[in-house]
Nanobody
């Protein structure tokens, strides 16, 4: 079992930055690829970014490419999502997820474990 706890969400003005953190506990964190997803009110959950176990392979949704950066610290069992140049359309609940896989994945149904989510609100 893997437990995931997100933090770092909040209210920010458009153009601002936030860094989300996802702390993992339970099993060997290094065996898991990690992903970030988000869900805005009235919309389906969507893929944001993912990273493999070593941090050497990353994926990004087109909507965040160039603005968001995913990274992980295996020693701290933590994955981060640095979000720059935030836009009002980035407003959503952001979820961290884990999958026992050597490679990052984009489909939420593939992930085994989920955090409770953290709210990100970007004002215009």
């Amino acid at each position: 079992q893997v437990q995931l706890v997100e933090s770092g969400g909040g209210l920010v003005q458009a153009g601002g930055s936030l860094r989300l953190s996802c702390a993992a506990s339970g099993r060997t964190f290094s065996n898991y690829a990690m992903g970030w997803f988000r869900q805005a009110p009235g919309k389906e959950r969507e893929f944001v970014s993912a990273i493999n176990w070593s941090g050497g392979s990353t994926l990004y949704a087109d909507s965040v490419k160039g603005r968001f950066t995913i990274s992980r610290d295996i020693a701290k069992n933590t994955v981060y999502l640095r979000m720059n140049s935030l836009k009002p359309e980035d407003t959503a609940v952001y979820y961290c997820a884990a999958i026992r896989s050597p490679s990052p994945r984009v489909f939420d149904y593939e992930y085994d474990y989920w955090g409770q989510g953290t709210q990100v609100t970007v004002s215009s």
